[in-house]
């Protein structure tokens, strides 16, 4: 039977850990928690499932993190989790049953359903939203580039027909909180793309990216399917640019 580590970067998770842990308790040969400074109870529910905790710091890019979970791993297959994520029975099962199969695939992509505002959304390109959280120990590992990149895998992948369940959004004040954490890293990523204050900038990322953004999430993608939350989600993945402009502005180009 092949071992599986589930791996985690953590800070302040006390909300949603014990129930992320709690669903592959049965599934986990080791579990393996970076926490990134937690000053709630984070690490005291880590302790009750007996993970292996390692403490560092919380950089802006916590997928630096993950990697080090990643890496600090010792099973024969590593699923890497967010603590606001579910594994499903149905899906605990197909993964036991994968990873025991001589597929010859060195990663999986996993369908996942994302908990906004109260439901799951079902459209505005948010379903199946596929992550690549599933691979052989030593094949798989994230380039650290971009909070919403996925793992790169050396060969053959595969993908999986069970939901991971992510409970992301589960009011606005932390959606509100992703958001602005996002749109700092965005607008750092800005500077370092060269991008200035000017005129063709600013019709950029306040008239054509949100407008085109908003357009293919809620109409081409049909968003207006999931009701006032699909809304909301098309209207604020579109603010993104303008608000990571503005950040850029006033943050880097003031300095200047």
């Not at 890293?185 to 306040?206: C, M, P, T, Y």
Request: hydrophobic share 40%.
């Amino acid at each position: 039977m092949q071992k599986i580590s589930v791996v985690l970067a953590v800070f302040n998770e006390e909300e949603n850990l014990k129930n992320c842990l709690g669903s592959v308790k049965d599934l986990a040969w080791e579990i393996v928690i970076v926490d990134g400074g937690s000053t709630d109870k984070t690490a005291d529910i880590a302790k009750e499932f007996s993970a292996r905790i390692i403490q560092t710091n919380n950089p802006p890019n916590f997928h630096i993190n993950k990697n080090i979970a990643i890496d600090e791993s010792r099973g024969d297959w590593v699923l890497q989790l967010d603590a606001d994520e579910q594994v499903t029975s149905k899906l605990s099962q197909e993964i036991r049953r994968v990873i025991n199969s001589q597929s010859g695939n060195n990663g999986y992509w996993i369908p996942r359903k994302n908990f906004f505002l109260g439901r799951f959304l079902t459209k505005g390109g948010q379903y199946p939203d596929y992550t690549l959280r599933l691979y052989r120990r030593g094949k798989g590992r994230l380039p650290m580039k971009d909070v919403h990149e996925q793992a790169e895998v050396e060969g053959k992948v595969g993908y999986l027909e069970n939901d991971l369940l992510h409970f992301r959004d589960k009011n606005f004040s932390i959606y509100l909180d992703r958001f602005n954490r996002y749109t700092d890293l965005l607008a750092s990523q800005l500077k370092e793309a060269g991008v200035r204050n000017g005129i063709f900038s600013f019709i950029d990322f306040f008239l054509i990216k949100p407008l085109f953004w908003f357009a293919k999430a809620y109409l081409r993608h049909k968003g207006y399917v999931d009701g006032f939350p699909g809304f909301v989600f098309a209207l604020f993945s579109s603010l993104r640019f303008s608000v990571a402009y503005i950040k850029l502005i006033i943050r880097y180009e003031n300095r200047d």
